[in-house]
């Protein structure tokens, strides 16, 4: 029987690789955790398609126009600096600071603004958005391993 992954023709182990299970040669089984010998015969376990990449830690940024944001909103309520700030609980000179754009408030103030205001501060950077060629991933995935394959 082939192997799943690259199609050669040796004993099957049966192994996990990325949370998939394939029957795959002892070469491609190292690059998952080996569960045991292939069964033999036909009751193949059924290769599922590689699942999508796990999706990233989502990361929060700030909204760029944050300071017009808090400010207009805040205006629109007709409430003070000086509100806003005993609201959340901060200095008036640190809702000044924000207001102004000098300060980017942290996600928790940020979230504790959109709440007490209605607003949208935080969005999740897109997955394109990351600094490219900054790769965080250190194993292999299994695209690779199918591109290393066929290369
Ligand atoms: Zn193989």
Same mark, same amino acid.
């Given at each position: 029987?082939? !192997? %799943?992954? !690259? #199609?050669?023709?040796?004993? &099957?182990?049966?192994?996990? /690789? ?6 795959? !040669?002892?070469? !491609?089984?190292? *690059? #998952?955790?080996?569960? #045991?010998?292939?069964?033999? =015969? ?6 599922? @398609?590689?699942? @999508?990449? @796990? ?6 940024? /700030? ?8 400010? %207009? ?25 924000? $207001?102004?754009?000098? *300060?980017?408030? #942290? &996600? ?5 603004? $959109? ?7 935080? $969005? ?6 990351? @600094? ?5 991933? =250190? ?5 690779? /391993? ?6």
């Amino acid at each position: 029987m082939p !192997c %799943d992954m !690259c #199609g050669a023709e040796s004993e &099957l182990l049966l192994a996990e /690789i990325e949370g998939v299970r394939m029957q795959v !040669c002892a070469t !491609c089984a190292r *690059f #998952g955790k080996v569960l #045991g010998k292939a069964p033999a =015969g036909p009751s193949r376990v059924p290769v599922r @398609p590689a699942r @999508p990449e @796990p999706p990233e830690e989502p990361e929060w940024t /700030i909204v760029a126009d944050y300071a017009q944001r808090i400010r %207009d909103r805040r205006e629109s309520l007709g409430m003070k600096q000086e509100d806003l700030a005993k609201k959340l609980a901060e200095k008036e000179s640190l809702v000044h600071k924000i $207001e102004v754009g000098a *300060f980017s408030p #942290g &996600l928790e103030l940020a979230r504790k603004i $959109e709440k007490l205001l209605g607003i949208t501060l935080l $969005e999740k950077a897109a997955p394109g958005d990351a @600094p490219s060629g900054v790769e965080k991933r =250190g194993a292999l995935t299994l695209g690779d /391993i199918a591109r290393l394959r066929k290369a």
